[in-house]
């Protein structure tokens, strides 16, 4: 899978796939993409409106990472929530990628929010969750735990896990058709708990579709910038 280092509007970089013509996040900015859509409109939401002092998330396609970083600093500032986190990814980031990327720098230039402590803990949470081996289970905080599996979505046939937050961040129904199908979300609704929520990016029409069809309630939500809409998908109690 051939990649190339790319800079997206908010300054933060994301990885472009050559073979698609299609980015890992939003040009028009990767990392306020990832905070929108997966932090405020999945975890932040999910925290808010449902009593749990524990959380499972799933994400579908690791990527480089940042949602993953940007749902552990959430647990770092938020000790009394403990989040297992469990990212699939059939073509894993290699260690120079990563370390190209520049989402810890990006992070940080909001220093008004991190006090010392925070700054030293985010860095650390950088480079454990790029040291993690995968297909292991490996602590990055007490309250956070990292699981990084290198397979295939329509393979894996999961741990019988029971999850009440997906990121659905697979690359777009144009360029992966097969990942956005009723099969796959019917697998994935089963896998959520009553009240439980996918968030994804894509809110085409097919997708949609897919959704409700596996027996999710979608709500068409406004997306980040240079984005029209996000679908936020709920497993009915």
């Known amino acids: 899978m051939k990649r190339e280092l790319i800079t997206s509007a908010d300054g933060s970089n ?5 073979e698609f013509d299609e980015s890992y996040h939003s040009i028009n900015g990767a990392l306020a993409e990832s905070n929108y859509i997966y932090i405020r409109c999945g975890l932040k939401y999910y925290t808010e409106n449902v009593l749990c002092k524990g959380i499972n998330i799933y994400e579908v396609g690791f990527g480089t990472g940042l949602n993953c970083i940007l749902s552990a600093i959430f647990a770092l500032k938020n000790r009394s929530i403990a989040i297992k986190y469990t990212g699939i990814e059939k073509y894993p980031v290699t260690n120079e990628e990563f370390h190209s990327l520049n989402h810890i720098e990006a992070i940080l230039k909001k220093t008004d929010i991190f006090s010392a402590e925070e700054v030293t803990g985010i860095q650390k949470i950088n480079e454990m969750i790029q040291l993690a081996d995968w297909d292991k289970c490996v602590e990055i905080l007490p309250n956070f735990t990292l699981t990084k599996i290198n397979s295939d979505i329509l393979l894996y046939k999961g741990d019988g896990q029971i999850n009440d937050i997906v990121y659905f961040d697979a690359f777009s ?23 439980g ?6 809110s085409k029409g097919v997708v949609k579709q897919a959704l409700r069809e596996s027996g999710f309630e979608v709500c068409r939500l406004n997306g980040p910038a240079g984005k029209r809409h996000i679908v936020r998908a709920t497993r009915n109690y």
């Open 14 to 18: 994301t990885l472009k796939l050559t």
């Open 197 to 202: 929520i996918l968030v994804t990016y894509s």
């Open 173 to 195: 129904p144009g360029s992966q058709p097969e990942l956005w199908t009723r099969e796959v979300f019917g697998e994935i609704y089963k896998s959520i708990k009553p009240g």
